[in-house]
């Protein structure tokens, strides 16, 4: 109804402005007329994501009728774009998706609302895993609504094990087993094959990897949790994995960047990556193998084995400081995720596993197979769950790209890459806190 | 007029073989045109396989959408297994709104940017080229140097004023714009057209009594029909590829254009969406070569009507 | 212009009404965010709250040597210095092939637009990666036939910014198009005076054709070159927008934008905008001085 009225409006606009009346200022309101009116802006992670999203959304409209949504969906780069134009501009939609570092810079710098008075009631999220609530939280006050559970893992495909006698490392291991059978893996395949895909350009697995060492990227109270020595380390290690062979040189890794259609495991290229478990159903789908996952390493040789993985958001719904009517994107917001209705509107197909407990235990068994790995795999985690990531600071992922990039083609040294890493995020740090 | 096209250096070895004189040249003639047609040949069989050096990432996207998803990227033969129309009938349905409804949006809003630039450029080219009036070559810098700031740099600043206009969510800031002339490109473009039309032209028409309207109307106008032809498919290219604009100011998906519904296709994370994406990737390409294919036969004939005689 | 006497005298009223397109436009909408970024360029701006004044420090830092940005300059002049002349010299190489008479030109010159219609698609950037990657097709073909072992061209730091040139060179549509609108502007009685003067085709190309073309080869240079600098896209999609790998096509564009929507600095990227507009300014400012002493236009003589 509101789709045909503003396509008529659209065209209005064409015709209009084909005859003339160019600078005559057409209401964009005409759609809305006499009913509540919120944009609700995102970022799209797959299709599926997508589709449930508007079901649910179109569900609340038709219990309401008095309130119209105006979905605004892109792709995540795209959506950033937008949002921070928009908020600049005093525009910003009424409610949108953030992730867990954008959101300690939008609510440091007063775009988010504090959901703090909404909480228990109506949002109780009693029930949703710590790690979720983390990484919403800000400052002591929790900013968005957790909408997935997602963890970092290696995703591997176990015929490239097969096929040459590799064993896969067993529950527990260490970093130096990952090494061993990543170069295993490559020396059985042979050219233009290696074990595992560079890991060192992504932040997500260097946080386990601190925590080995007793560190963390980020402290619970939102300071930097690692010095340029334990970086350093971080950074020695793929060096020394690309030296032996077990991922590939620099220059092909680079081709990788951030799409899924590059990646090594994709085109048959590598036995593992590491990832978060929301890519795994989209990798998934775009290989003939089969595809699995386990955990990261949990300690070093000699060194106590501990789980060291836990689960958090990988996309929330945050308010708008300046929405007019925030108690109605609350009410949206509660719909999606606690009204029995909205939830399985929402869930059911999406790809996502809810935050909460119950959530993860229905989806887990109604899912499909890829879905069943997954929630095996969280509920794994959270039989002992390390303490969960808390927000970080925007553009994390480039840094340590550009950190590791700089060491595999030998532009530095991996302690001169960390300390420019660690100086970095100690600038941003200090540029939010002021 | 179909053959309008083929310029003079066809007509010309015709007219040679068809008519043979004295013995003697004649066969000379036939040398010429035997080595002629063998020059065309070999520049035919350049162009074929240059063609098909520039086609090949095409026919890779062409194939590739007719690849089930799991395929896409580990299989890279040229050869599909069997074609997997799924892909055009989902990205043709699509999650959010038909896909037809961004071609529909595309259609109206290039139309019109092809409009308003051709009109309003063309007004203001002719002024900058053939009138003279106080503060002519500041105001051309000027205009020149609208476009050497970066579009990203006078985003915010645009999206508060237009915002403020209510402009925002409707087609007002990619439309007027174009009809107020703001792409310098375009002006500068029609400035050195008709820079290249001779003067004498007008002043005849002047001596004719016909003033500086007329003159715009009645002789640089139809003389630069290749200036306005090449304005209009520019204009319309370029609006319909152009993705940051609709991003930020049409907002809601059933205003969405194309590249913002290609985008939609292009989640990350999705199980699926690869195949639907390039199919509507290619199909997206479609009108746009549609448009430059019956265009760029304008820009031959052009020629026969407009021909300078002199 | 001295020549033409009656036109000569000033037209200001005529003259206005022909610019009032433009000029309404310049004011309503061109004017406020140019004047706007401008200012921008001197304040500390994240975005989200009130920007603060500071003077020339932005300025300052940059003048100080950031690195990434002496990094970005490198690129995007390197860019320039290359991609201009290959692009412009192919366009118009085809141009003057497909300005002839063969059966075929409309086939021909679309397909070798069709290139430029993808533009900045996804689909390029896919496809890019299909040729010059590791294990794309120029690999296979070296590996196969040749036993080489080549690095990922298009991820190497040493060649990703010449795939990159390379790309813009494959995307010369547009300079072409407009290169053969110029060549159908050209009269033909030029041509047939020349030849009744005894010009053969050679004389008749450098004394008729490249003369009477330079207005528009001059404008397509200029574009080019205004177009290079701010070139955004060929890295944006093929580096996925990170400038990758180690910052061998940073472009100062994409430096630019970086620092605007991933830092928040507006202030400092806006001063890096107007800093591009000066060198713009400058080499614009070159051309058109240059343009006297080879640009000939029909409405000289």
């Given at each position: 109804m509101a789709a045909t009225q503003s396509r008529r409006n659209f065209l209005k606009q064409g015709s209009a402005v084909m005859g003339?009346?160019?600078?005559?200022?057409?209401?964009?309101g005409a759609m809305a007329q006499g009913k509540t009116r919120v944009r609700f802006s995102g970022f799209v992670e797959s299709e599926e994501q997508l589709a449930t999203t508007l079901k649910v959304l179109k569900a609340y409209e038709a219990k309401n009728p008095g309130v119209e949504i105006v979905p605004e969906f892109s792709t995540f780069r795209s959506f950033t774009d937008k949002l921070a134009t928009e908020a600049a501009g005093g525009n910003a939609p009424d409610m949108f998706s953030v992730n867990v570092d954008l959101l300690a810079e939008y609510a440091a710098r007063g775009v988010l609302a504090p959901l703090t008075e909404y909480i228990p009631d109506p949002?109780?999220?009693?029930?949703?895993?710590d790690g979720s609530v983390f990484s919403c939280t800000y400052d002591g006050q929790m900013y968005a609504m957790p909408n997935d559970a997602i963890a970092t893992a290696i995703f591997f495909n176990p015929r490239k094990f097969e096929e040459v006698g590799v064993a896969v490392p067993d529950k527990f291991y260490t970093w130096e087993t990952l090494q061993e059978t990543a170069v295993a893996l490559s020396e059985a395949h042979g050219?233009?094959?290696?074990?595992i895909e560079d890991g060192?350009?992504?932040n997500l697995p260097c946080d386990i990897f601190l925590r080995a060492r007793g560190?963390?990227?980020?402290t619970p109270e939102h300071t930097?949790?690692?010095?340029a020595e334990d970086g350093a380390a971080w950074f020695q290690y793929w060096e020394d994995m690309r030296q032996s062979g077990g991922c590939p040189p620099a220059d092909v890794q680079a081709q990788?960047?951030?799409?899924s259609a590059s990646l090594g495991i994709v085109r048959g290229r590598a036995g593992m990556l590491v990832q978060t478990t929301d890519s795994f159903i989209g990798i998934g789908a775009l290989m003939e193998d089969p595809l699995d996952l386990m955990m990261l390493p949990n300690g070093f040789d000699g060194g106590e084995m501990k789980q060291h993985l836990y689960d958090y958001a990988g996309n929330s719904t945050g308010i708008w400081?300046?929405?007019?009517?925030k108690a109605l994107c609350v009410d949206i917001i509660r719909f999606m995720h606690f009204d029995p209705e909205g939830v399985e509107l929402y869930y059911t197909g999406s790809g996502m596993i809810p935050a909460s407990t119950e959530g993860l235990e229905k989806f887990g068994t109604s899912g499909t197979e890829e879905e069943k790995k997954l929630v095996a795999y969280l509920r794994m985690l959270r039989e002992d769950p390390a303490p969960s990531r808390r927000p970080g600071v925007g553009g994390l992922g480039g840094m340590f790209r550009r950190g590791n990039e700089a060491v595999a083609f030998g532009d530095a040294t991996p302690l001169e890459a960390a300390e420019a890493l660690v100086a970095e995020i100690n600038e941003k740090l200090a540029a939010l806190k002021a | 007029m179909a053959n309008a096209g083929y310029d003079d250096m066809t007509s010309e070895t015709d007219q040679f073989t068809a008519q043979p004189t004295a013995a003697p040249t004649s066969n000379i003639n036939h040398v010429t045109a035997r080595s002629k047609a063998r020059g065309r040949l070999i520049m035919h069989l350049f162009l074929i396989v240059f063609g098909l050096l520039m086609l090949y990432p095409l026919i890779w996207l062409a194939v590739s959408s007719f690849?089930?998803?799991?395929?896409?990227?580990s299989d890279t033969s040229?050869?599909?297994?069997?074609?997997?129309w799924e892909n055009y009938a989902r990205g043709w349905a699509g999650?959010?709104?038909?896909f037809k409804i961004f071609f529909a949006n595309s259609f109206v809003i290039a139309t019109l940017a092809v409009i308003g630039n051709v009109l309003s450029c063309s007004f203001v080219a002719y002024a900058f080229a053939r009138l003279d009036f106080a503060f002519k070559k500041p105001l051309f810098a000027l205009m020149l140097m609208?476009?050497?700031?970066?579009v990203h740099a006078s985003l915010i600043p645009q999206y508060i004023l237009f915002n403020a206009f209510g402009?925002?969510?409707?087609i007002l800031p990619i439309v007027t714009p174009k009809l107020l002339a703001v792409e310098a490109f375009f002006i500068f473009l029609m400035v050195q057209f008709i820079r290249g039309i001779p003067r004498e032209l007008d002043e005849a028409a002047a001596i004719d009594g016909a003033g500086p309207i007329r003159i715009y109307f009645s002789i640089i106008l139809p003389l630069m029909s290749p200036a306005l032809v090449t304005t209009a498919v520019f204009s319309f290219l370029w609006t319909y590829e152009d993705f940051l604009t609709p991003l930020i100011y049409l907002t809601s998906i059933e205003n969405y254009v194309v590249p913002q519904g290609l985008r939609l296709l292009?989640?990350?994370?999705?199980?699926?969406s690869w195949g639907p994406m390039l199919a509507m990737s290619l199909l997206s390409l479609v009108p746009m070569f549609i448009v430059f294919f019956i265009f760029q036969r304008k820009l031959i004939d052009g020629i026969a009507t407009t021909g300078l005689k002199g | 212009m001295s020549t033409t006497k009656n036109l000569s005298k000033r037209q200001n009223g005529v003259a206005f009404l022909f610019l009032s397109p433009w000029l309404v436009g310049f004011f309503l909408l061109t004017l406020g965010p140019i004047l706007g970024s401008m200012y921008l360029s001197f304040t500390n701006y994240d975005l989200f709250n009130p920007p603060v004044w500071t003077g020339f420090d932005n300025y300052r830092k940059l003048m100080g040597g950031d690195p990434r940005y002496i990094q970005s300059l490198k690129v995007t002049f390197t860019y320039v210095l290359f991609s201009v002349p290959l692009k412009l010299g192919f366009a118009l190489f085809i141009a003057l092939i497909l300005n002839r008479?063969?059966?075929?030109l409309g086939f021909y010159r679309s397909v070798f637009y069709l290139p430029s219609l993808?533009?900045?698609?996804?689909a390029v950037a896919l496809m890019w990666r299909q040729i010059?990657?590791?294990?794309g097709i120029i690999n296979h073909f070296l590996w196969t036939y040749l036993g080489y072992d080549a690095p990922s061209w298009i991820t190497n730091p040493d060649y990703a910014l010449g795939t990159l040139v390379l790309l813009a060179a494959w995307q010369f549509g547009a300079p072409m198009v407009i290169f053969l609108a110029g060549l159908k502007q050209i009269p033909q009685d030029m041509y047939d005076a020349a030849a009744i003067d005894g010009a053969r085709p050679v004389q008749q190309f450098f004394y008729v054709t490249i003369p009477l073309l330079t207005p528009i080869i001059f404008f397509n240079f200029v574009m080019q070159t205004i177009g290079s600098f701010q070139a955004f896209t060929p890295s944006y999609i093929i580096s996925d927008g990170t400038?990758?790998?180690?910052?061998?096509?940073?472009f100062y564009t994409l430096y630019l934008y970086e620092q605007a929507f991933?830092?928040?600095?507006m202030g400092y990227a806006s001063a890096i905008a107007w800093v591009l507009v000066g060198i713009i300014a400058i080499a614009t400012s070159i051309s058109f001085l240059s343009a006297k002493y080879w640009v000939h236009y029909g409405d000289e003589g």
């Open positions: 003339g009346f160019a600078l005559t200022v057409l209401s964009k949002l109780d999220v009693s029930s949703y895993q050219r233009g094959f290696w074990g060192g350009g992504n560190k963390a990227l980020f930097i949790g690692f010095d990788a960047g951030d799409n400081a300046n929405a007019p009517d | 690849k089930p998803s799991e395929i896409i990227f040229i050869i599909p297994r069997h074609f997997e999650v959010a709104a038909p609208t476009i050497m700031l970066p402009w925002v969510n409707t292009q989640a990350a994370r999705g199980a699926s | 008479g063969l059966r075929g993808l533009g900045g698609s996804v010059f990657s590791y294990d400038g990758g790998p180690a910052d061998s096509t940073l991933t830092d928040f600095e």
